[in-house]
């Protein structure tokens, strides 16, 4: 009996914690944001100009979020867009000869329409890293460039956003995203084609804000976060 009662108490706190959390969900619109919070999801957009750099509205950030009390809410991004989940996720496919090759084709499959820009060291058997061993070049989706290297063993290098500009902070100016996403393998010999896939680096990943453990202020039907405020469309 007291089992029954224990679970149909427990059944009711959670009704109340939805309810509570549904009392808030809706649409939240500030000057250049917007806010969705939709059954403990939410989504922060930032609002197209119709020119310039921001043309049509974007999601900068996306994820859960849990109310704490009357006032708080606490939002935290998806995993899958931390930079840990996306270098877990690369894939490196190799193509082999069945003789020896003086030179690697380097090639990467990044599933999305930003310029990027990509630097890595490779080494040679039997020499230190040094100007010759450094390699840069750009990547935009359907016309990204391979790169010939000599035979090496390993590479290590780097994929950020071509633009230096950071365009995903809200008005305290404060940059919330990931800068860059690093690659790394040793490479196999015979081999003579090296083809890097970043599933993960979609979209407009590098001006997308992460968040972990961040708060937003409740105070009626307003939420403050960061610096601005987005107030509950009827």
Same mark, same amino acid.
């Given at each position: 009996?007291?089992?029954? &009662?224990?679970? %149909?108490?427990?059944?009711?706190?959670?009704?109340?914690?939805?309810?509570?959390?549904?009392? $808030?969900?809706?649409?939240?619109?500030?000057?250049?944001?917007?806010?969705?919070?939709?059954?403990?999801?939410?989504? &922060?957009?930032?609002?197209?100009? !119709?020119? /310039?750099?921001?043309?049509?509205?974007?999601?900068?950030?996306?994820?859960?979020?849990?109310?704490? !009390?009357?006032?708080?809410?606490?939002?935290?991004?998806? =995993?899958?867009?931390?930079?840990?989940?996306?270098?877990?996720?690369?894939?490196?496919?190799?193509?082999?000869?069945?003789?020896? =090759?003086?030179?690697?084709?380097?090639?990467?499959?990044?599933?999305?329409?930003?310029?990027?820009?990509?630097?890595?060291?490779?080494?040679?058997?039997?020499?230190?890293?040094?100007?010759?061993?450094?390699?840069?070049?750009?990547?935009?989706?359907?016309?990204?460039?391979?790169? %010939?290297?000599?035979? =090496?063993?390993?590479?290590? !290098?780097?994929?950020?956003?071509?633009? /230096?500009?950071?365009?995903?902070?809200?008005?305290?100016?404060?940059?919330?995203?990931?800068?860059? $996403?690093?690659?790394?393998?040793?490479?196999?010999?015979?081999?003579?084609?090296?083809?890097?896939?970043?599933?993960?680096?979609? /979209?407009?990943?590098?001006?997308?804000?992460?968040?972990?453990?961040?708060?937003?202020?409740?105070?009626?039907?307003?939420?403050?976060?960061? !610096?601005?405020?987005?107030?509950?469309?009827?």
């Amino acid at each position: 009996m007291k089992t029954f &009662i224990a679970t %149909i108490i427990c059944i009711a706190i959670s009704f109340c914690i939805q309810a509570e959390n549904n009392a $808030i969900d809706g649409i939240y619109n500030s000057l250049h944001y917007k806010m969705l919070l939709d059954n403990e999801r939410f989504q &922060i957009i930032r609002l197209g100009t !119709g020119h /310039g750099l921001f043309v049509s509205d974007e999601v900068i950030a996306e994820g859960y979020y849990s109310k704490l !009390g009357n006032n708080l809410l606490e939002l935290n991004s998806d =995993s899958t867009s931390s930079a840990a989940f996306v270098m877990a996720s690369q894939k490196i496919e190799y193509k082999t000869l069945s003789h020896p =090759s003086d030179s690697i084709e380097v090639y990467f499959d990044i599933p999305t329409d930003q310029y990027l820009s990509i630097e890595f060291d490779y080494y040679v058997e039997g020499k230190e890293t040094d100007d010759n061993c450094e390699v840069e070049l750009e990547y935009i989706q359907n016309h990204s460039q391979s790169v %010939i290297i000599p035979r =090496s063993y390993y590479i290590f !290098g780097t994929i950020r956003r071509k633009i /230096g500009i950071l365009y995903n902070w809200l008005p305290t100016h404060c940059f919330y995203g990931i800068p860059e $996403i690093f690659v790394s393998f040793h490479i196999p010999e015979n081999c003579s084609r090296i083809r890097i896939s970043v599933p993960g680096i979609k /979209g407009n990943y590098f001006d997308r804000m992460f968040l972990k453990g961040e708060y937003a202020l409740i105070e009626g039907t307003t939420i403050r976060f960061k !610096g601005e405020t987005f107030t509950k469309q009827n």
